[in-house]
């Protein structure tokens, strides 16, 4: 009979938490793929100018315009002719004010009166263009702006 | 022989272990914010009695449309551009004595250039086929002809860089009311003393 008596005592096994760590990471990994630093879908060409006596962008009440070439996936579509894009599609100049409107009142009502236009433009589009958006702002009165550069210098390369 | 049971490694506080690398990453990373040159647009309106300028209070930069410089009717490289923005805003040519000496300038004291940063104004024209990349080349160089100017004076009067202050400030480094607002009216006062006066004129059209 004492064949079939356990041996130990009646104590409890400890839980094994050598698998928490895993759990841990499992958690990390999920966030890490699922969180999305949601930005607009670029639709035109944009390598931005570079500066270097440069200010920060506050994001919260900045709305943006992107102009510059058509990317290269929409050329068939769009043409090579420089275009502008507020949102997630391609806006005409004469369509911008209603864009921007739209734009603005996407963000907090209590920052709407601050707003921020910031311009991303492709260097290698025309001053023009960026002129006409001006006159457009003006009109508008957004008046600050913000021209978006990466780090670096035109001279020194 | 029975082999002797090797003694488990206590894995317990490797969870501990992964929070303290999430909690230390989720610390250290900031996403990286856009940064740029920010400009306020003149207003809509109508300006009956535009303000006279005289000549020599003037700074003319032309770009043409292949993004060549014209620097006060003389051909001019992108590098040499900021420092003949500083030696115009520098130059202060009123005569002692008349209200509209500099005292804090230091340059040539020529009467045939600016009489004060204060008059000094640099207007830039550019052609509708400029590049966007030569004309915020353009703008950057004469904002750091300013920020030039700026750090020398507030180096003189505060001991600080203008430029590393603003900065500061913008980040939130500066702790307090009563010293935030004190930093404010020195900036203030530094930027006074050499105001971004930039004027752009309307972009020709090519060929005209």
């Known amino acids: 009979m004492s064949k079939f008596t356990k041996k130990k005592s009646n104590e409890l096994p400890p839980v094994s938490t050598a698998s928490l760590p895993d759990i841990v990471f499992m958690l990390l990994f999920f966030f890490m793929v699922v969180t999305v630093l949601r930005d607009d879908n670029l639709l035109v060409q944009n390598k931005l100018p570079k500066a270097d006596q440069v200010e920060k962008l506050k994001k919260d009440r900045s709305v943006y315009i ?11 579509k769009y043409g090579s002719e420089p275009k502008i894009q507020i949102g997630d599609k391609y806006t ?17 009502p209590e920052l709407q009166d601050k707003v921020m236009v910031a311009l991303k433009v492709d260097e290698k589009t025309n001053t023009g263009m960026v002129t006409d958006i001006k006159q457009e702002l003006r009109d508008l009165n957004m008046l600050k702006i913000i021209y978006i550069t990466t780090p670096g210098n035109e001279i020194n390369q | 022989m029975a082999r002797r049971a090797t003694p488990e490694v206590n894995a317990g506080s490797m969870a501990d272990i992964a929070f303290l690398l999430l909690i230390f990453f989720l610390v250290t990373t900031t996403i990286e914010k856009d940064k740029g040159i920010a400009r306020q647009l003149p207003p809509k309106e109508d300006i009956v009695d535009p303000p ?17 410089l014209l620097v006060e009717e003389k051909l001019m490289e992108l590098k040499d551009l900021r420092q003949a923005a500083i030696t115009f805003l520098d130059n202060g040519g009123a005569p ?26 640099i207007s830039v024209q550019n052609d509708r086929l400029t590049s966007y990349k030569m004309y915020i080349a353009v703008q950057n160089e004469l904002v750091a002809a300013y920020n030039f100017l700026r750090d020398r004076e507030s180096q003189r009067l505060y001991g600080w860089k203008f430029t590393e202050k603003t900065k500061d400030l913008n980040e939130g480094k500066i702790k307090g009311e009563a010293t935030k607002e004190a930093l404010q009216k020195q900036l203030e006062e ?14 020709k059209k090519s060929g005209q």
């Open chain 2, 52 to 68: 006279k300028i005289k000549e020599k209070n003037l700074f003319i930069v032309n770009v043409n449309r292949n993004d060549q």
């Open chain 1, 66 to 76: 992107y102009a510059g070439k058509p990317s290269s996936r929409y050329v068939d």
């Open chain 1, 92 to 108: 005409d100049i004469t369509n911008i004010k209603f864009a921007l409107t739209e734009a603005r009142q996407k963000l907090l």
């Open chain 2, 190 to 203: 530094v930027q006074k003393l050499f105001p971004l006066k930039l004027s752009e004129a309307e972009p």
């Open chain 2, 96 to 121: 002692s004595g008349s209200p509209e000496y500099c005292n804090y300038c230091k340059g040539r004291r020529n009467p045939e250039s600016s009489d004060n940063p204060d008059k000094a104004v």
